[in-house]
């Protein structure tokens, strides 16, 4: 008789697949609470320790890590020397291995927890026996998810080979313990960069394509789920997120987190288009969407208070792929439902991100950095020039130095208290920033209140130049460059309040 090793921490469809692999003429073998549970069922099973002759021990961390089992695992069939050594010692080839693991994941995330019972729920057995069968695919079929049980019965029931289905159990394996050995990675990891990086990742769901349609994609979360994150967001309307709709809002929840205030941002290609504050989220919404009026076409908009139905009409009449707020009254989500493709997703807002690191890939593998959660106060900020700043241009300093930190390098934002006007962002010299950002806002109403902020420093006097021939009155810039002596001279000819924040915020 074929024979199935059966051991598995969640039990989800067990005593059916079990009771099919009966029924395909297959001799059970199990462990501990899986045994228990199939005999509780009825299904004929033997335990592991009267195959190997060998108790359970040490509290069951030793008890399938046996020459019996793992040489019916790993033995080849092709291999006439292995078969005469299987009968030598009298083992029987183990045909199918059923394991899932300890729920490691599970365990660290719970409150209060140890480091002596999160090591205790590292599997150590499970592993190995997949690592096994899925090394000998050829003749043993590697079963980790559940989900997999009703395929396996069905492949097994044509009694046919098929290695392509074998591979793909395999591949399973192999990525599963790979996820698992890496979460355990990250959690022992005390260096800031282990000189082996292991990153997990869960697959959430396939996207329709890329960034463009010839690019294929999928969407992973972190095991470790992080709560403010648009994967965990609550879809209420509309189609499936996209690739881009992924990164834009993920984008937009960076921005707005920054802001306590009721605050309302909009972003197109990653960038902000325009962000606006005010009494009441309508106000918010009529400040960050006049920032902007034609980038936010076909845009993404994140507030951070509920939407009511005053805001829900303004919005209705624009073009939008996603709006994500905490929530939507009644009246709000009746007024935006009536665009079927528009996605409304709800996810609590926070201030307080949590510090990890962030992988960018390059060819040929990638590069780590802490998240940039860093953000300047009136505090930080040091006045370098003759001009003092008033106390509305240092307030409107901190909204824009809040803002440039989100926008693409160079980046450039010209803005009054409670609304950006204006934004320059990805162009290769910072001057070309600057005249973008005023170009945009020096129309717009409030700009004789503006300030500009830099998200690095001025490699040279001209931007402070331009600034103040469009009348730009405060510029807040981090310093730092051999030629801040020249920025500060000029601005002093020009009457400009020149404030440095002493922090550079790079966004490549």
Not at 115 to 131: F, K, Q, S, V, Y
Not at 284 to 301: C, E, H, P
Not at 338 to 363: C, H, I, M, W, Y
Not at 431 to 446: L, P, R, T
Request: no cysteine.
């Amino acid at each position: 008789m074929k024979k199935a090793l059966l051991s598995v921490f969640d039990k989800t469809n067990l005593i059916p697949f079990a009771q099919g692999l009966v029924a395909l003429g297959y001799e059970l073998i199990s462990t501990g609470g899986t045994h228990r549970t199939l005999v509780e069922a009825g299904v004929p099973v033997e335990e592991v320790s009267s195959v190997t002759q060998f108790p359970e021990m040490l509290d069951g961390r030793v008890k399938t890590l046996h020459p019996i089992i793992h040489a019916g695992i790993l033995a080849r069939r092709d291999k006439d020397s292995h078969m005469a050594t299987l009968k030598e010692h009298g083992i029987s080839p183990i045909d199918l291995v059923v394991v899932n693991l300890y729920p490691f994941k599970e365990t660290i995330q719970k409150d209060g927890i140890t480091d002596e019972e999160a090591i205790e729920n590292i599997d150590i057995g499970g592993p190995t026996m997949l690592r096994s069968a899925a090394k000998n695919h050829a003749a043993v079929l590697p079963v980790v998810d559940p989900a997999d049980y009703d395929k396996v019965l069905a492949y097994l029931a044509k009694d046919e080979q098929d290695y392509t289905f074998k591979r793909y159990l395999a591949a399973k394996v192999f990525g599963h313990t790979a996820n698992y050995d890496a979460l355990i990675s990250q959690y022992l990891t005390e260096e800031e960069f282990p000189s082996e990086f292991a990153e997990a990742g869960e697959k959430l769901m396939d996207l329709r394509y890329g960034e463009n349609p010839q690019q294929k994609a999928a969407a992973y979360r972190s095991p470790l789920t992080e709560k403010y994150s648009v994967l965990e967001a609550e879809v209420l309307h509309g189609k499936a997120l996209s690739y881009n709709n992924i990164r834009d809002a993920d984008a937009a929840l960076r921005t707005i987190a920054d802001y306590a205030e009721t605050t309302v941002v909009t972003v197109k290609h990653m960038n902000p288009a325009g962000i606006g504050q005010g009494a009441t989220i309508e106000e918010a919404w009529d400040q960050a969407s006049a920032a902007d009026d034609i980038s936010i076409f076909g845009g993404i908009v994140a507030l951070n208070r509920e939407v009511d139905a005053a805001t829900a009409e303004k919005m209705h009449q624009i073009f939008l792929e996603i709006i994500i707020a905490p929530s939507f009254s009644k009246d709000a989500f009746e007024i935006l439902s009536q665009k079927k493709n528009l996605r409304l997703l709800t996810l609590p807002f926070t201030n307080e991100l949590a510090q990890d690191r962030e992988l960018t890939s390059v060819l040929g593998g990638f590069v780590v950095q802490d998240r940039d959660l860093l953000t300047e106060g009136a505090d930080d900020f040091e006045v370098v020039s003759k001009q003092v700043p008033t106390q509305e241009q240092i307030d409107a300093m901190v909204f824009a130095q809040k803002a440039v930190k989100h926008v693409k390098s160079n980046a450039i934002v010209v803005a009054r208290k409670g609304q950006t006007l204006g934004i320059g962002a990805g162009q290769p010299n910072r001057i070309d920033s600057v005249k973008m950002a005023i170009n945009k806002a020096q129309e717009k109403e409030g700009y004789d209140q503006a300030v500009l902020a830099s998200d690095a420093f001025f490699p040279m006097a001209d931007s402070v130049e331009y600034a103040a021939q469009h009348n730009i009155k405060a510029i807040v810039e981090p310093g730092g460059s051999i030629k801040d002596q020249d920025s500060i001279d000029k601005a002093n000819e020009l009457g400009i309040a020149l404030v440095f924040s002493k922090q550079r915020h790079f966004k490549h």
